[in-house]
């Protein structure tokens, strides 16, 4: 099943901009090969609902190392059979 995830992760109690950090988690969804696009206030990734939740997990293990509390948003959305949604969805809107 293809899924979108709309995310967003960064640390509690660091300073004031969460740039650096989620430049981190952003290397991380590069590395992984799979589509994405980055907004103001989130990234969005498309694929089969392991491995965008393994992604997940590895920008989540990234910044645990050097931030000891995490706050994470998530917004999915699943659909059998169809890929390459995420931009079609905004093609469409456009």
Same mark, same amino acid.
């Given at each position: 099943?293809? %899924? !979108? %995830?709309? +995310?967003? *992760? +960064?640390?509690? /109690? @660091?300073?004031?901009? %969460? ?13 992984? /090969? #799979?589509?994405?696009? !980055? =907004?103001?206030? /989130?990234?969005? !990734?498309? /694929?089969?609902?392991?491995? &965008?939740? #393994? &992604? *997940? ?5 990234? #910044?645990? @190392? ?8 998530? @917004?999915?959305?699943?659909?059998? =059979?169809?890929?390459?949604?995420? =931009? @079609?969805? &905004?093609?469409? %809107?456009?």
């Amino acid at each position: 099943m293809s %899924v !979108i %995830v709309d +995310f967003s *992760i +960064f640390p509690i /109690g @660091k300073e004031e901009s %969460v740039s650096k950090y989620a430049s981190r988690a952003i290397r991380v969804i590069k590395d992984s /090969g #799979l589509p994405y696009h !980055i =907004g103001p206030m /989130g990234t969005s !990734i498309e /694929g089969e609902w392991d491995e &965008v939740m #393994l &992604v *997940i997990t590895h920008c989540m293990d990234e #910044l645990k @190392k050097d931030c000891p509390r995490l706050y994470m948003t998530m @917004k999915v959305d699943c659909r059998q =059979g169809e890929s390459g949604r995420m =931009g @079609k969805k &905004v093609k469409k %809107v456009e």
